[in-house]
């Protein structure tokens, strides 16, 4: 009885301890940072000139997050970069519609276009990626939007909703399953590339310090609204570990 009563309270000791090791294993890992891995992609969208300070379609500080991902891009062993890539006269420009105006709207086949200033054509210093940005072990660009009668937001679908940009087949064939992005602007190209990303099938994070927005008639909340309804994570720059 006495030797029965004493394995009884030592498997009580050992299972309270065990218990009490779980979850202080669950607290820190609940707090850990999150360490970036070989099936963990950065996306570092349209992070170009025109897109920065002194640009045609400036994001205000656009510029600013350009130290940052430089930082987030050194903890990442696979980095993609997105360039906007349009034709003159591209059909998002207002110029080419008379009498519209840049950040008005026009029905196009594909639905409500927003109407931008010329921007990013193709060829001008406006498109190259900001000379601050340095990133040699980047492994793919995705120019996307140079296709002159459709506009293209997302890295991975132009703005028609059915033609992709190849992006989530690359992803699949590296076997890259997990997508972090930065970049501009927050409530158009980020977004929708991210929103995109979980339709397609991928986990999706959104490092909101390494972007900056527009925010047009309430966008940036209702960008951030669409994320969060789609399963996009919400992250700062300090919840990784890089």
């Given at each position: 009885?006495?030797?029965?009563?004493?394995?009884?309270?030592?498997?009580?000791?050992?299972?309270?301890?065990?218990?009490?090791?779980?979850?202080?294993?669950?607290?820190?890992?609940?707090?850990?940072?999150?360490?970036?891995?070989?099936?963990?992609?950065?996306?570092?969208?349209?992070?170009?000139?025109?897109?920065?300070?002194?640009?045609?379609?400036?994001?205000?500080?656009?510029?600013?997050?350009?130290?940052?991902?430089?930082?987030?891009?050194?903890?990442?062993?696979?980095?993609?970069?997105?360039?906007?890539?349009?034709?003159?006269?591209?059909?998002?420009?207002?110029?080419?519609?008379?009498?519209?105006?840049?950040?008005?709207?026009?029905?196009?086949?594909?639905?409500?276009?927003?109407?931008?200033?010329?921007?990013?054509?193709?060829?001008?210093?406006?498109?190259?990626?900001?000379?601050?940005?340095?990133?040699?072990?980047?492994?793919?660009?995705?120019?996307?939007?140079y296709r002159k009668d459709v506009d293209s937001y997302s890295a991975f679908m132009e703005a028609d909703?059915?033609?992709?940009?190849?992006?989530?087949?690359?992803?699949?064939?590296?076997?890259?399953?997990?997508?972090?992005?930065?970049?501009?602007?927050?409530?158009?190209?980020?977004?929708?590339?991210?929103?995109?990303?979980?339709?397609?099938?991928?986990?999706?994070?959104?490092?909101?310090?390494?972007?900056?927005?527009?925010?047009v008639g309430g966008s940036l909340g209702k960008a951030w609204a669409d994320m969060q309804g789609a399963?996009?994570?919400?992250?700062?720059?300090?919840?990784?570990?890089?």
């Amino acid at each position: 009885m006495r030797h029965d009563r004493r394995a009884f309270l030592g498997m009580a000791a050992a299972g309270l301890a065990a218990a009490m090791m779980g979850r202080a294993g669950r607290a820190a890992a609940q707090g850990a940072k999150i360490k970036p891995g070989a099936q963990d992609v950065l996306l570092v969208i349209d992070v170009q000139n025109c897109f920065t300070p002194g640009g045609s379609l400036a994001v205000k500080d656009g510029d600013a997050i350009v130290p940052l991902i430089n930082k987030l891009a050194g903890g990442f062993e696979h980095v993609v970069l997105t360039q906007d890539w349009h034709t003159p006269g591209h059909v998002s420009f207002a110029s080419s519609h008379a009498g519209k105006k840049p950040f008005e709207t026009t029905s196009l086949p594909y639905g409500t276009q927003v109407l931008w200033p010329d921007h990013c054509v193709q060829g001008t210093d406006g498109a190259n990626l900001h000379p601050a940005l340095k990133i040699p072990h980047a492994e793919l660009v995705i120019r996307k939007g140079y296709r002159k009668d459709v506009d293209s937001y997302s890295a991975f679908m132009e703005a028609d909703g059915k033609t992709p940009t190849g992006l989530a087949g690359y992803l699949r064939e590296r076997k890259l399953s997990r997508c972090y992005f930065v970049g501009l602007a927050t409530d158009f190209c980020v977004a929708w590339s991210a929103l995109d990303a979980r339709k397609a099938g991928f986990e999706a994070a959104v490092i909101e310090d390494a972007c900056r927005g527009i925010d047009v008639g309430g966008s940036l909340g209702k960008a951030w609204a669409d994320m969060q309804g789609a399963g996009v994570k919400r992250l700062q720059s300090s919840d990784l570990a890089v």
